[in-house]
């Protein structure tokens, strides 16, 4: 039996910027981004509307981004979070553009990856990033435009000094039917339930519903405070740090306060000064917050929800984070994923559900748990979570057999295993795909496994995670060698995967040498057995570790 959200409401049928901009929920003064570094430095919804308007105007005026293209131009996002970002990325969309994401840390093979598979027109990035866009340019067959955004003096142009902020405005074309509505508008890569990572479609209808779903969410507190603050710390390559930096704040009202992640000192005091509202994070920065020598002294009883996704967040880090908190607000899990273009379920404001839980469906969403077959199986039966409603993805950018499998009769098959009880609260139990979860970030075993090959002296290999108590994955390689392999083998591996791939897919769990990859009769790794072997290869470590000390 299926658990369903709430029926969703409200949503109209307009375009993105027009529900962005046009609601009347927020004054054109009201700040949308600032930074939280230097909070001189920010964005009203007045301002904003007049960027995206002046920049989509440049960009189509010369000849960047041609709304008329039968393939609709796609610009590449290789920035770290800033406050003219966001506009940035609402300008490419009114432009009749595609915005697709990449990590601000990808290294040139990465991106390079990107640039083959897209075909950009253009690749914007900061300050930080543009050695990385220049490298990958010179490198790459296909030649785009590199495009430096820069905050600090609001700046959105090429390295030769020419901006593209038109001097004049030109609003955004209001027309809307089916197929603009369904159309990508936005690109962000996901190793999806199997293989490399491809870049997911999702759509402006997509997007809308989203923000309808968390609207309806967050309405409890919404009609209280006018205008909400929440600490921006999240990725904006992910679903989850684009959805939450670029079309929450506008869309629902809330103030951004950009925080790098690692900045903890800086996240504490920020929630407690400015007493947000709202936060959206990841374990990874939960267990950096409750270890933080200035955790205790923190006011955060003004939070009135605060949610965690991407990865199992123990219970301890739950329960600490909630002992903070007012009386009825709880730190609880989330869930969603790339392909239903943020989250699936959630624990609403003020209501405390099982701690193991990642909560219920969103408005407009269902969920069933299905057999091996497709079956649906009845209530705390075990098998995979399918997953139905508007913000499910239309597939994968120019991968239409891939779509094909992951999605039937607009139910989308996540890999993930669960249950649902008899309240309609959803567990995840494990995963039926074979992706890495580390940091909450996706890890492809497959595309890890590429790069490994290339090496002189891999005859053989294969990836998986090992996982911590935390419920992370540290991706872990296990390597068949050639003859006369040198001794330093194990750690070459390693240092020529770290210089390939992002810090987040570097070989964390290590490198071990094995005579054969277990596989079945077709020739598809065995990444259970490896998974299994990965286990106690790091309990022997763990243990000889404890008998030196």
Same mark, same amino acid.
């Given at each position: ?6 029926? /969703? ?230 679903? #989850? ?5 670029? @079309? ?19 996240? /504490? ?27 205790? #002294? ?35 899990? #989330? ?76 139910? @989308?098959?996540?890999?993930? /295993? ?16 074979? /992706? ?59 240092? @020529? ?53």
């Amino acid at each position: 039996m299926a658990s369903q959200g709430v029926h /969703l409401t409200g949503v109209p049928f307009a375009n993105l910027l027009s529900v962005l901009f046009e609601s009347n929920h927020l004054s054109e003064d009201q700040v949308i981004w600032r930074n939280g570094e230097d909070e001189k430095q920010f964005i009203t919804k007045g301002t904003a509307r007049q960027l995206v308007r002046r920049i989509s105007n440049g960009y189509v005026s010369k000849g960047l981004i041609s709304p008329k293209n039968s393939e609709r131009d796609v610009v590449i996002i290789l920035s770290e979070n800033q406050v003219i970002g966001f506009p940035n990325i609402l300008a490419v969309i009114a432009a009749g553009g595609i915005v697709a994401t990449c990590p601000w840390q990808a290294t040139i093979p990465e991106i390079l990856s990107r640039v083959r598979i897209l075909r950009p027109r253009a690749i914007v990035c900061s300050k930080q990033t543009l050695s990385a866009a220049v490298s990958a340019l010179k490198l790459s067959s296909h030649t785009f435009e590199i495009i430096i955004q820069d905050s600090s003096t609001m700046h959105v142009g090429n390295n030769d000094g020419m901006s593209y902020i038109s001097d004049t405005e030109q609003a955004w074309d209001t027309t809307w039917n089916e197929e603009i509505a369904n159309r990508p508008s936005v690109l962000v890569f996901s190793s999806g339930t199997t293989g490399t990572p491809k870049g997911v479609c999702i759509s402006q209808r997509n997007i809308i519903s989203m923000i309808f779903q968390l609207r309806i969410l967050l309405h409890p507190i919404t009609q209280k405070t006018q205008q909400l603050k929440m600490p921006g710390t999240l990725d904006s390559a992910h679903v #989850a740090g684009v959805f939450l930096n670029a @079309f929450l704040p506008l869309g629902v009202g809330i103030e951004n306060f950009l925080v790098p992640a690692t900045n903890i000192d800086l996240l /504490l005091r920020k929630l407690a000064e400015h007493r947000m509202e709202v936060y959206f994070t990841v374990p990874a920065i939960l267990a950096r917050m409750s270890t933080h020598p200035g955790f205790s #002294a923190t006011d955060l009883k003004n939070l009135k929800f605060i949610g965690t996704g991407a990865a199992r967040t123990p219970l301890e880090t739950q329960q600490l984070i909630s002992s903070k908190l007012a009386p009825g607000v709880f730190c609880q899990m #989330a869930w969603g994923m790339t392909e239903i273009t943020f989250l699936a379920t959630i624990h609403p404001p003020g209501v405390q559900g099982p701690w193991e839980s990642i909560g219920k469906p969103l408005a407009g969403n269902s969920i069933k748990i299905c057999d091996l077959e497709g079956n649906e199986l009845p209530i705390g039966e075990s098998g995979e979570i399918y997953v139905s409603g508007p913000t499910v993805t239309n597939g994968y950018y120019h991968a239409q057999l891939v779509d094909h499998d992951a999605k039937k009769d607009g139910w @989308f098959r996540t890999g993930d /295993l669960g249950n649902v009880d008899e309240n309609g609260y959803v567990y995840v139990s494990g995963r039926n795909k074979d /992706l890495i979860k580390y940091n909450g970030t996706q890890v492809s075993p497959e595309e890890l496994e590429k790069i490994i090959m290339k090496h002189d002296y891999i005859v053989d290999t294969g990836v998986v995670g090992t996982e911590l108590e935390d419920g992370n994955e540290l991706p872990t390689a296990f390597v068949v060698l050639k003859d006369g392999s040198p001794a330093s083998i194990v750690q070459d591996v390693i240092e @020529f995967t770290a210089r390939q791939v992002s810090p987040y897919k570097r070989l964390r769990g290590g490198v071990y040498v094995v005579s054969t990859i277990p596989k079945n009769a077709m020739g598809k790794i065995q990444h259970k057995d490896l998974r299994e072997l990965a286990k106690q290869r790091f309990k022997l470590a763990r243990n000889n570790q404890k008998a030196k000390l």
